[in-house]
């Protein structure tokens, strides 16, 4: 395992993992919570694991060992695995409040006393008040931080109901509303990229940006989640939690400084800068065969699929239109941002001569777990006469000395919440926002186009976008080390 420092920031924790047995904390919160404390990212570290199966201490140890051994993306061994889940402690929700707050002072008195605690729920959204108020029975409030996932409501009022009835128990600085796009490093490489480098930052504005576009399609389909995407859709589900959040590390303005304060106030300053969704800039798909799937309505007007435009009310991008697409069971998996730049005013090459053939120079992120970077460019053909080809500058994250060291996103968040770091989270003020511009989408949502299985979606997206073009499948293939 790769060693990292130990910060010195972070209180000891009694991490409460609600939803201990789910796919979730199997998958990641688990392994997540055994790197970092097998790496030494954090001081000492105790899990209490809680749900509604009722099964031993025993058998959640066990049941968390096979999660590590099988989900983590590390090598390993058994023994460091045992070191780890030797520590955990398990506590069924039926055992009621005061079992549970006897099993967090238990695993705080063995790290000294006057650890803090993080809540993670991974529960449903419509479990999460109970749990909420189970902690506030058991005085599980105070020197406390929750972690909540998504979605945070369906609306604009049942956000504000949620966030209320939140408020009751915690205070908003105590709140992390969890979206794992941004716990992943390439996220924050924009934040490096944008606000580090001189050569940027001045042509990052509507004089010299045509369009933006934020492509995140999905090979997958339901995986049995009909219960939860019949009532969600693809908008809720991924564009508001997710495209919307990396729109605002592309569009904000320099904060002040780089912490947790300023960064969101400009993030929510994008927020409050955006248009009123217009439904007719919105193309909303449904895979053919959707209807089909166990636990779906059979005439379900849910879209697997949305593609939409929308703009940004302020100085610097006034008239640049972001494009944003995301669906289910699409042609290839991928979290792209393509920046397109303005062509020049007056070509003075002679016909055929290539320039304009390829679309206009485009800088691009890939926010795949290895973060990746292209800008491409026109540039002269080797040989007699003027040929120009398209051609690109690139880098992998995969190529950096300390690539090794890279936190997978639920690492890096659960981190961030126990330094109280609320940088990648999002605040109530935000996330109300977000359900404001997009009350018009939802009051008036364009009918489902039906598209093929493991296509790019309707075909009306063309016309959405028109008279630029998307940018998948990616144009330029990226360079293999293979080819170095």
Not at 53 to 71: G, N, P, V
Not at 212 to 240: C, H, N
Not at 329 to 340: D, H, M, P, T, Y
Request: hydrophobic letters at 40%; a negative charge; one cysteine or more.
């Amino acid at each position: 395992m790769d060693h990292l420092e130990q910060s010195d920031d972070v209180d000891p924790h009694v991490v409460v993992l609600f939803g201990a047995m789910g796919d979730l904390a199997k998958r990641k919160l688990l392994p997540g919570l055994f790197h970092l404390s097998m790496s030494k990212l954090t001081p000492a570290i105790r899990v209490v694991g809680t749900s509604l199966d009722e099964i031993s201490t025993d058998d959640f140890r066990a049941a968390a060992k096979k999660a590590c051994l099988e989900f983590s993306s590390r090598s390993l061994t058994s023994e460091a695995v045992d070191e780890f889940v030797d520590s955990l402690t398990y506590v069924s929700q039926g055992d009621g409040p005061a079992a549970l707050a006897e099993a967090v002072n238990t695993a705080s008195d063995t790290i000294g006393g006057s650890a803090r605690v993080l809540h993670y729920l991974s529960v449903p959204p419509k479990a999460a008040m109970a749990v909420l108020e189970m902690l506030s029975e058991a005085g599980l409030v105070e020197r406390s931080r929750v972690i909540m996932e998504k979605p945070f409501g369906t609306d604009l009022a049942s956000a504000k109901k949620l966030n209320a009835s939140i408020h009751r128990w915690f205070a908003e600085e105590q709140i992390f509303r969890i979206d794992h796009f941004l716990g992943k490093e390439s996220a924050q490489n924009i934040l490096a990229f944008r606000f580090a480098n001189g050569l940027f930052e001045p042509i990052w504005n509507r004089n010299f940006i045509n369009y933006i576009q934020i492509d995140v399609p999905e090979k997958l389909s339901l995986e049995g989640r009909a219960g939860f995407y019949e009532s969600t859709g693809a908008f809720r589900d991924m564009v508001v939690t997710h495209l919307f959040q990396i729109l605002a590390f592309v569009a904000m303005e320099p904060p002040t400084e780089l912490a947790p304060g300023p960064i969101s106030e400009e993030k929510n300053k994008v927020f409050r800068s955006m248009k009123p969704l217009d439904p007719h800039d919105v193309v909303r798909g449904q895979y053919i065969g959707y209807r089909d799937e166990p636990g779906v309505a059979p005439e379900s007007e849910t879209e697997t699929f949305i593609a939409l435009e929308c703009g940004i009310d302020n100085w610097r991008w006034a008239g640049v239109p972001f494009y944003l697409r995301t669906g289910k069971c699409l042609a290839e998996g991928q979290r792209i941002i393509s920046i397109g730049f303005r062509e020049p005013p007056k070509s003075m090459f002679p016909q055929g001569s290539g320039v304009g053939q390829h679309g206009p120079d485009h800088l691009t992120f890939d926010l795949a777990d290895v973060f990746k970077v292209s800008l491409s460019f026109y540039g002269k053909r080797p040989g007699p006469g003027m040929k120009l080809d398209k051609l690109s500058l690139q880098f992998g994250m995969g190529e950096h000395e300390h690539a090794g060291l890279v936190l997978e996103a639920y690492e890096r968040l659960i981190l961030d919440a126990m330094k109280g770091d609320r940088t990648l989270y999002t605040t109530a003020e935000g996330i109300e926002r977000l359900w404001e511009v997009s009350a018009p989408l939802l009051a008036d949502p364009p009918p489902v186009r039906s598209y093929s299985p493991w296509s790019w979606g309707p075909n009306a997206i063309h016309q959405l976008i028109a008279p630029h073009a998307w940018r998948l499948p990616f144009e330029r293939s990226w360079r293999s080390k293979d080819k170095d």
